[in-house]
């Protein structure tokens, strides 16, 4: 099945608003959103809250997504951000399960789940992460521990669902590291994400879901990895911070 390229980038805690504005203007200059369409890619970026709402109208042609959302609509959740609130600036993309979010804050893939199945009943499209930890990798659990990821933070979701979610590989050990996933690997893990998703949600899903990778992704290696069979393209941080590096990320696939 032809699946579209897809290229998001995960700002994470930096731009500022300020710093967002130039990306923006220098991404319309560029000619960058031409050049994905004429390439068959869709791209995006994940701001910071602070700055969501000026790209969100400022990045014209470009999918805008935060990078978390709380599976409740009002409450007493202090710092969080509900769902309501991204309609409001019509938002309708979230990042979920970032392994920062797991790793510093404790969320697990349960909790995920909850966020999941909150979002697609407001019709948002989501960015599933999953990936293992250095230790897991060394002691040759990974396939168990993406299992677990992919189970139980879709758990409950219907096929109609599922249509509304990517699956964003990111192996913990080679985000922000410098040291890369092989092209082997990355293509062997989404590969057996597919075959999760053709056992949960049938053959169908499985072939039109888009499955990224993430992990130290640069202009120079981009390439490689979205020739893969089962790679459909990458959620970036560091390369995406800039509007130059980010067009050679395009401009490379």
């Not at 300020?18 to 369409?37: H, P, W, Y």
């Not at 060394?138 to 396939?143: F, L, Q, R, S, V």
């Amino acid at each position: 099945m032809n699946r579209k390229k897809f290229l998001m980038g995960n700002w994470k805690m930096n731009n500022t608003i300020a710093e967002s504005k130039e990306f923006c203007d220098q991404i319309q200059s560029s000619g960058l959103v031409r050049l994905a369409r004429n390439k068959g890619i869709v791209i995006g970026v994940a701001p910071s809250y602070l700055s969501l709402r000026y790209v969100q109208k400022h990045a014209h042609g470009m999918i805008v997504a935060a990078q978390d959302a709380h599976y409740a609509s009002h409450g007493a959740y202090t710092s969080s951000v509900s769902i309501p609130m991204l309609k409001e600036i019509e938002v309708d993309w979230s990042i979920i399960g970032h392994s920062e979010k797991r790793t510093y804050e404790g969320e697990t893939s349960f909790l995920c789940n909850r966020k999941i199945k909150a979002l697609v009943k407001e019709n948002f499209h989501v960015v599933y992460c999953v990936g293992e930890t250095a230790k897991e990798y060394d002691e040759g659990i990974t396939k168990d521990v993406i299992r677990e990821q992919i189970v139980t933070g879709l758990m409950g979701l219907t096929k109609e669902d599922i249509q509304n979610v990517v699956i964003a590989y990111e192996p913990v050990w080679s985000i922000g590291t410098g040291k890369n996933a092989s092209v082997e690997i990355a293509q062997d893990i989404c590969s057996y994400i597919r075959s999760l998703i053709n056992d949960l949600f049938g053959k169908i899903a499985s072939q039109k879901i888009q499955i990224l990778y993430g992990g130290s992704v640069k202009p120079n290696n981009i390439h490689d990895y979205l020739e893969a069979e089962d790679v459909d393209g990458a959620l970036v941080g560091g390369a995406s911070l800039k509007a130059e590096s980010f067009q050679a990320l395009v401009e490379n696939i």
